[in-house]
């Protein structure tokens, strides 16, 4: 299996543009995790699915931030508007089980 | 609540000495443990998990962790060094139902020549 698969690698945007990052899970988990890491807050869980459900999004930080994971295979992070505040690098981890397996993450920067 | 507590923000060692990074958690019950190294640039890779039994867990690159309920921690341990060991490390903790993992605020590794 090749992983997790996020892209785009790197985003630069324009503030007030809309941003979306896609994620791919490894085939057959089940959970799938959104992640945010800035050096202020470190890793920050935002929301995660389970069964293509979402279970949890408390962390997302506001309305301008919205997840979907239309299938098992296929999970967006979207950010309308963008803000300069968002600049991070956003991982996606996917599970069965236990252990979470992260993907090389999304650095976003918005100027 | 659950949480995971990594005290030492960073830690300079010098090649070839033995390294310990602390972690301890808040759990209610028997936790699910990881350590994760992450690379600048790089995603978080798997370095050891302990789910039960043997509470001293061996993982990748010549890295152990030792479980021990009573001080609710999960030192890291290497017993040298390594150039390349250079990263950020984070110890993880997931509740029974497996759907939450709590992270610490990690430990950066520098490695002295």
């Known amino acids: 299996d090749a992983g997790v698969i996020q892209s785009p690698r790197h985003e630069v945007t324009e503030m007030g543009q809309e941003v979306t990052l896609r994620c791919k899970p490894i085939?057959?988990?089940?959970?799938l995790f959104w992640y945010r890491q800035t050096m202020m807050r470190g890793l920050e869980l935002l929301i995660y699915?389970?069964?293509?459900?979402?279970?949890?999004d408390s962390g997302m930080p506001e309305d301008r931030f919205s997840a979907k994971m239309p299938n098992a295979s296929f999970s967006t992070l979207k950010i309308q508007p963008s803000e300069p505040r968002d600049s991070a690098v956003y991982f996606c981890?996917?599970?069965?089980?236990?252990?979470?397996?992260f993907g090389q993450g999304t650095r976003l920067t918005v100027v | 609540a659950q949480s995971v507590t990594q005290p030492d923000i960073h830690i300079t060692v010098s090649e070839g000495a033995s390294l310990e990074l602390r972690c301890n958690y808040s759990?209610?019950?028997?936790?699910?443990l990881f350590w994760y190294v992450q690379s600048p640039g790089q995603g978080l890779q798997l370095l050891l998990k302990?789910?039960?039994?043997?509470?001293l867990v061996q993982g990748i690159k010549g890295f152990e962790a030792e479980f021990k309920r009573s001080q609710s921690s999960f030192n890291l341990r290497k017993p040298s060094v390594h150039w390349s060991d250079a990263a950020e490390y984070f110890c993880?903790?997931?509740?029974?139902?497996?759907?939450?993992?709590?992270f610490g605020s990690g430990t950066k590794l520098n490695v002295k020549p």
């Open positions: 981890a996917s599970s069965l089980g236990p252990e979470a397996f």
């Open positions: 085939s057959g988990h089940n959970s």
């Open positions: 699915f389970n069964n293509n459900v979402p279970i949890d």
């Open positions: 759990y209610g019950a028997t936790p699910y």
């Open positions: 302990y789910f039960s039994g043997d509470t």
């Open positions: 993880a903790v997931v509740g029974y139902n497996f759907n939450k993992f709590y």
